[in-house]
């Protein structure tokens, strides 16, 4: 079973960005889609993004196009989410998610890393 963990959320002003974290643990990751997700209060979780661990294939939400990128590094077996010109509408939890490949259940979650943009 694959283990998820987010980190580097944090408070930032508008236009400015961050880099999320998620450290994996278990078995190979190459089996799997590795996806990025996010809710804000009082809203339903969104998909931002999703990549498939050997970088063969990346998609992203039509909104967060151009401005986040997925990537990972294989030897730390941590994804990343680098966002830039953050604006006060991604303040949200962020969730780093994996399904198996060829699957369309996302069933390993990461606890969320909280991500605050203020005007």
């Known amino acids: 079973q694959v283990q998820l963990v987010e980190s580097g959320g944090g408070l930032v002003q508008a236009g400015g960005s961050l880099r999320l974290s998620c450290a994996t643990s278990g078995r190979s990751l190459s089996v799997y889609v590795m996806g990025w997700f996010r809710q804000a209060p009082g809203k339903e979780r969104e998909f931002v993004g999703e990549s498939r661990w050997n970088g063969d294939y990346t998609r992203y939400a039509d909104s967060m196009k151009g401005r986040f990128t997925i990537s990972n590094d294989v030897a730390k077996n941590t994804l990343y989410l680098q966002m830039n010109s953050l604006k006060p509408e991604d303040t949200a939890v962020y969730y780093c998610?994996?399904?198996?490949?060829?699957?369309?259940?996302?069933?390993?979650w990461g606890q969320g890393t909280q991500v605050t943009v203020s005007s």
């Open positions: 998610a994996a399904r198996g490949y060829g699957t369309t259940v996302w069933g390993i």
